[in-house]
């Protein structure tokens, strides 16, 4: 076989291959429902003082999970620094916001989490006033456990069905939202762009939820069994919504 030919065989297996890599693409798109995908999303990550800290990296590590050429994550607070989580017994470690308010890029996908630190944000009118400005602008907005309260309060949730932490469901989440449908019963819930999801680590089902429908089931289903995480698919599946409070 002469050299030319050898050439010529190599540029059409080159040419096969990305054909092959394009047929994926298109077929990946194909398996998204409506939300119009571009090459690269920005999901934002909202933290603020004792936020719940697996209501945060459950859905962050799967998402992380998705290839970086098609998401990037980042967190924001109010101010770009350290910002302290905290569960129930204890407080800490610090987290550190690559951005603030002022200076946050467009985001694509937000992500508001729940924690002890939910009631000073529901006054926090700087953190009321960018969820309510940047999710009219975000494809996707969500919120794992208690984080459904602060968008309630911001506005976001009006006329809107939704779900939370059940354990604080009537106390705190259904007083910040009078004008919001709430469901008692679901592990996340979908109503348009808004995804809600119930308590802490309810945000994991619902994160892989939202690959699904940007990337497709395949991808979801890759990343729970590359994670070794046994994913609810069902959104009615709520198993902690009878002793609701």
């Known amino acids: ?25 298109d077929t990946a798109q194909k398996g998204a429902t409506a939300v119009e995908t571009p090459k690269q999303l920005t999901l ?17 590590e799967m998402f992380m999970s998705v290839p970086g050429n098609l998401l990037k994550v980042v967190f924001i607070a109010e101010k770009a620094g350290p910002v302290e989580a905290g569960t129930q017994s204890q407080k800490g470690p610090k987290v550190y916001a690559d951005f ?3 200076d946050a890029p467009k985001l694509d996908i937000i992500l508001v ?3 002890f630190g939910t009631i000073p944000q529901l006054q926090n009118e700087k953190t009321l006033a960018f969820i309510r400005e940047r999710s009219a602008q975000a494809q996707i907005t969500t919120s794992v456990c208690s984080g459904s309260a602060i968008l309630a309060k911001a506005g976001v949730l009006d006329g809107k069905k939704a779900t939370s932490n ?3 469901f009537d106390s705190m989440i259904v007083a910040n939202g009078p004008k919001t449908e709430w469901i008692r019963q679901a592990r996340w819930v979908e109503d348009g762009k808004l995804i809600t999801s119930s ?13 699904a429908k940007l990337w497709g089931m395949e991808m979801a289903e890759g990343i729970a069994k590359g994670t070794e995480y046994v994913w609810s698919k069902d959104p009615s599946n ?8």
């Open 1 to 25: 076989m002469t050299k030319q030919r050898i050439f010529i065989r190599l540029a059409l297996g080159l040419a096969v291959i990305a054909a092959s890599g394009a047929s994926a693409q």
């Open 44 to 60: 934002g990550v909202i933290l603020y003082p004792t936020f719940e800290p697996l209501d945060v990296f459950g859905p962050v």
């Open 100 to 102: 603030g308010y002022d």
């Open 113 to 115: 989490p729940g924690g």
């Open 166 to 168: 059940k354990a604080y």
């Open 199 to 211: 308590g802490v680590s309810a945000g994991i089902d619902m994160a892989l939820a939202v690959i």
């Open 238 to 245: 709520d198993p902690f919504a009878l002793p609701a409070k």
